[in-house]
C-alpha cells in the first residue's frame, strides 16, 4: 500500500489524549503514513471565531483521511460568552465542527459498529430463560448506519422566527395549535430529510449486511407519527430490501427498539437511522458493549472519510496526570480507518489484540474496573490510558 497522509485532529479535552494513543498502535501495526495536524475545536471558537478554521477544510480536502478526537460544544450562551472580546457583537454563531465537517465534504453515512468482546465486565446481562437465578451474556453484534447530515442537524432553526418563516409555517393546519403563542415565546427545529440521502444510507446498510453476513437490516425510525420523514425512508428502504432477497427488512419505533435492545439485542444486525434517532440508538446499544470507552465510528462521503469515537471530551479529565481515560474507542476508530482505506490485516491484528486484552481481563481502564473516575481510580487497580495501550501492543 502507498503511504497514506492522515489528518489528525485532537480536538479538545481527553481528544488530545486518546488521539496519540491510536497513532502508537498504528505505528506499531506497520501502518506507514504521515500524520499532519489539524486544528480544531473549542480554543479556536473563543480565539478566532471559527471551531473549524479553513486550514484544516483545506487538509482534509486534500488529504481525504482524517482520525478525530472530540469535541466540546456548549450551548448558545456559554458559546457568546467566552467568544473573545474583540469578537463579540460581530454576528459569530458557534456551529459544532463535527456537524459542519460531516456537511461540508457530504460524510453522510456514518458506521457504529456495536460489538462485545468476550471477557468485558460492563457486558449486557440477562437473567437465563431456563434458569430465572442464573445469568446469560448475549453475544450483541449490531452495526448501526445512521443518516449523517440531515435530520434535525442541520440546524435550520429560530427563536422568534421572522414573520415570512411563520407565515410559511401557519399554512399548515396543525400549526393552529401555536396560532396565538408569542413570537419570543416560539422556538422551531426543522427536521428534513432528502429522498436520495434515505437512498444512500439504506443501500449502503443493505450492502454492509450483505458483505458481512448479517441477516436482516433493521429501519428505526417513528413513522407512525412522523409520517413524513420517518417515513420517507422506510418507503424508500422497502424498495431496496427488494435488491437483497436473502436479507430480512425489519421496523421498529425509536421509542420500544431502545426497550427492545435490553430484552434481545442478539436479534439485530444492521440497523438504520435518521440522525437523531441514529446518534440515539447508537448509544444505547454502545452501553451494552461496554459504554462509550468502547464505541468508535466512521463518517464516510464520496471522497472525504473522518473517523472518530463517539465518547465526548471530558474535560475534567484532560488534565489528570496520569491519564485514566478508556483509549479503546480511539484504538477502534483507527481500526475502522484500516478498514475503509484496505488495510485489512493490518485492523484484523489490532482487533484480536484489543480482543485479547479485553478477555485475559489484566489491564482494565476505571470504567471496566467499575471503578469512580478521578485520580484515585489508579491506586484502586485501574490501569491508566497508557497502560491499556501497553497491553495492546504487548499483543500485537
Known sequence: MAKRTVVTMPGDGIGKVVTPEAVRVLDAVGFEAEY???????????????ALPDRTIELLRQHKLGLFGAITSKPKWDADAELSPALQGKGLVYQSPIVRMRQMFDLDVCVRPCQSFPGNPLNFIRRSKDNPNSFEEPKVDTVIFRQNTECLY????????????????????????????????LAI??????????????????????????????????????????????????KIAQEFPGIALWSTNIDAQMMWLTKNPEDYGVLVAGNMFGDIVSDGFAGLVG????????????????????????????????????????????????????EHEK??????????????????????????????????????????????????
Open 36 to 50: 499532519v495536524h489539524g486544528d480544531i475545536g473549542w480554543d479556536f471558537w473563543c480565539s478566532e471565531g471559527n
Open 154 to 185: 442541520v440546524g435550520i432553526e429560530w427563536t422568534n422566527p421572522p414573520a415570512e418563516v411563520r407565515k410559511a409555517f401557519e399554512t399548515h393546519k396543525n400549526f393552529k395549535l401555536f396560532a396565538a403563542t408569542p413570537g419570543e415565546d
Open 189 to 238: 427545529s426543522t427536521r428534513i430529510f432528502t429522498r436520495g440521502a434515505c437512498q444512500r444510507i439504506v443501500r449502503a446498510a443493505f450492502e454492509y449486511a450483505k458483505k458481512h453476513g448479517y441477516k436482516s437490516v433493521t429501519i428505526c425510525e417513528k413513522p407512525n407519527v412522523v409520517r413524513e420523514t420517518s417515513g420517507m425512508m422506510e418507503k424508500e428502504a422497502q
Open 291 to 342: 459504554g462509550l470507552g468502547f464505541a468508535c465510528s466512521a463518517n464516510v462521503g464520496k471522497e472525504v472519510a473522518v473517523f472518530e469515537p463517539t465518547h465526548g471530551s471530558a474535560p475534567k479529565y484532560e488534565m489528570l496526570n496520569p491519564s485514566i481515560v478508556n483509549p479503546i474507542a480511539m484504538i477502534l476508530s483507527a481500526v475502522m480507518m484500516l478498514d475503509h482505506i484496505g
Open 347 to 396: 485492523a484484523n491484528r489490532i482487533k484480536a489484540a484489543v480482543a485479547k486484552v479485553v478477555a485475559e481481563g489484566k489491564v482494565r481502564t476505571y470504567d471496566m474496573a467499575r471503578l469512580p473516575g478521578g485520580a484515585k481510580s489508579i491506586s484502586m487497580g485501574a490501569a491508566t490510558t497508557s497502560q491499556m495501550t501497553d497491553a495492546i501492543l504487548a499483543a500485537l
